[in-house]
């Protein structure tokens, strides 16, 4: 069992950056994928950032809308991942759910919401 809790998000103004963390209670060395998605009311969750354990190493993907401003991580001591994120814009404003799948299995976070505005 993986219980996984979002932290980092809040208000901040149009250009400005934000870290937002993503702990894990379980290990999650052998993960399938992990990941950042955001969620605007009235619309699908949507992914922002993944990484997808492959035979040689990790694939990471970001939606078009973030590349280049956006950079996923962990730490894989400290069970945690992270997304920075840089020269954030109004657009970008939404609850942040951080996600793992381990053995078929996806676990989500309940979220952090994230405010661009001036």
């Known amino acids: 069992q993986v219980q996984l809790v979002e932290s980092g998000g809040g208000l901040v103004q149009p250009g400005g950056s934000l870290r937002l963390s993503c702990a894990a209670s379980g290990r999650i060395l052998r993960f399938q994928s992990l990941g950042w998605y955001r969620q605007v009311p009235g619309k699908e969750r949507e992914m922002v950032a993944s990484?997808?354990?492959?035979?040689?190493?990790?694939?990471?993907n970001y939606a078009d809308s973030v590349k280049g401003r956006f950079t996923i991580s962990r730490d894989d001591a400290k069970n945690t991942v992270y997304l920075q994120m840089n020269s954030l814009k109004p657009e970008d404003t939404a609850i942040y759910y951080c996600?793992?799948?381990?053995?078929?299995?996806?676990?989500w976070g309940r979220g952090t919401q994230v405010t661009v505005s001036s």
């Open positions: 996600k793992v799948a381990i053995l078929n299995t996806d676990y």
């Open positions: 990484v997808t354990s492959i035979i040689s190493g990790a694939y990471t």
